[in-house]
């Protein structure tokens, strides 16, 4: 089987930087993905990595060490829309995706 | 371009009742998924179709839930009869061929009484 640990929860200011961890054990893996999720909607894609190291988009950025099982999504200048719940997810080799929980992030002024 | 479809967007029925979910995929996506999100947790898999073929199933309460893909582009996700804990966010997401991003539909939010 597979696990995913993220935090449960994270505040953060507006303007500031926030990291949001992610572990996973997994068998096959063949990629980790971020979704941002607003409360009531769908998920939607923010970043997928394949190989180590990061991954910058904007705002955005995503680090991948497949050695240690870890992940990470930094969020740079929050804004205000960026409170949402961010899912962690894990893709086998097997065409399997398992999410984690998720980490609802507050951004307050 | 079109997103994922999905309908309805809200059901509500009594325990013991059949309800059916209906999801069209982005046009030329392969891969489906049908997934179910619980409040304050990450979607589920349900079942994972390739085309018209199921290839993923092993999460699929078989008891009660059953899913079709015909022709391989719409698929239905029912339920019968619902049970209380069924009530949560049933998901839709497509794949285009050889890609891995999935792309979401805006869910059914279902609640059983």
């Known amino acids: 089987g597979q696990n995913i640990d993220q935090p449960t929860e994270m505040t953060a200011t507006e303007g500031a930087i926030v990291q949001i961890n992610c572990t996973y054990q997994t068998s096959g893996f063949n990629g980790l993905f971020w979704y941002q999720q607003h409360a009531g909607e769908a998920p939607t894609f923010l970043s997928y990595?394949?190989?180590?190291g990061l991954e910058e988009k904007g705002r955005f950025s995503s680090f991948l060490s497949r050695s240690k099982g870890y992940s990470y999504l930094l969020l740079k200048e929050l804004q205000m829309k960026d409170s949402a719940s961010y899912l962690c997810?894990?893709?086998?080799?097997?065409?399997?995706?398992?999410f984690g929980d998720g980490t609802t992030l507050t951004v307050k002024p | 371009e079109a997103g994922v479809v999905q309908s309805p967007r809200y059901k509500i029925i009594e325990k013991k009742q059949p309800v059916a979910f209906w999801c069209n995929p982005i046009?030329?996506?392969?891969?489906l998924y049908w997934y179910r999100q619980n409040l304050g947790q990450g979607p589920e898999l349900l079942i994972r179709y390739e085309n018209e073929e199921a290839v993923d199933d092993s999460q699929l309460p078989k008891d009660r839930f059953s899913a079709e893909r015909l022709k391989g582009v719409d698929s239905t996700l029912k339920i019968q009869p619902a049970e209380l804990g069924d009530s949560a966010v049933y998901l839709c997401?497509?794949?285009?061929?050889?890609?891995?991003?999935?792309?979401f539909g805006p869910g059914t939010r279902l609640l059983v009484l």
């Open positions: 997810a894990v893709n086998t080799n097997a065409g399997k995706s398992t």
């Open positions: 990595n394949v190989l180590d």
């Open positions: 997401a497509s794949v285009p061929g050889g890609q891995e991003t999935q792309y």
């Open positions: 046009s030329g996506h392969n891969t």
